[in-house]
């Protein structure tokens, strides 16, 4: 038995929500970076008439809206996790990281593919299995469709909408008084 007999579904909730979430986004943000690396890499050394295929100036906006893509995510990531380390509510900020975090990295996953051409899809390449790896955190902890929900459930709840689906507590702030250790007074 994990937590009180009869408090299972707090435990479980805890669990997926108040760090499911927040190590989704994690794995999100490393694979995000990866694609972004093995892209750079890629167009950096592909021989295109005596110059690379980086030199182009389509390739360079692509990578740049690749990497603004992961800062968005890290910035999303690491707000909420900070958040969580403090014992603050929030919720909204973890679906954010979540949801937003994996799909920010699956539009960088698709234009590294693109930017790859056929070597994409060989197996055994590393772009091959970061791709195969960034679908494997979309489900967990509620898909895009759930995040989104949840925003919309919390907003509509701070404006006074009456849907009795809404929770009137956040899981983060039920959590709250777990806060954890603050690394920087841990011995």
Request: with cysteine; hydrophobic share 40%.
């Amino acid at each position: 038995i994990l937590g009180e007999v009869g408090q299972g579904f707090d435990v479980a909730q805890s669990s997926s929500i108040l760090y499911g979430r927040p190590n989704l986004a994690a794995v999100s943000l490393g694979l995000h970076e990866a694609a972004l690396t093995l892209t750079t890499q890629y167009v950096s050394s592909r021989p295109r008439h005596g110059k690379t295929v980086a030199d182009l100036a389509v390739i360079r906006n692509r990578l740049g809206q690749m990497n603004a893509r992961l800062l968005m995510a890290q910035i999303l990531a690491y707000h909420a996790a900070d958040m969580l380390d403090h014992g603050l509510p929030c919720d909204a900020e973890l679906c954010a990281a979540k949801g937003l975090g994996h799909e920010l990295a699956a539009e960088t996953g698709r234009d590294a593919m693109e930017l790859h051409g056929a070597n994409a899809l060989t197996e055994g390449r590393p772009l091959e299995r970061v791709w195969r790896d960034m679908q494997t955190t979309y489900a967990p902890a509620g898909t895009g469709e759930v995040q989104r929900i949840r925003l919309a459930q919390a907003l509509l709840h701070e404006h006074g909408h009456p849907d009795h689906h809404t929770p009137h507590t956040q899981w983060s702030a039920r959590h709250a008084h777990h806060p954890r250790a603050d690394p920087a007074t841990t011995p």
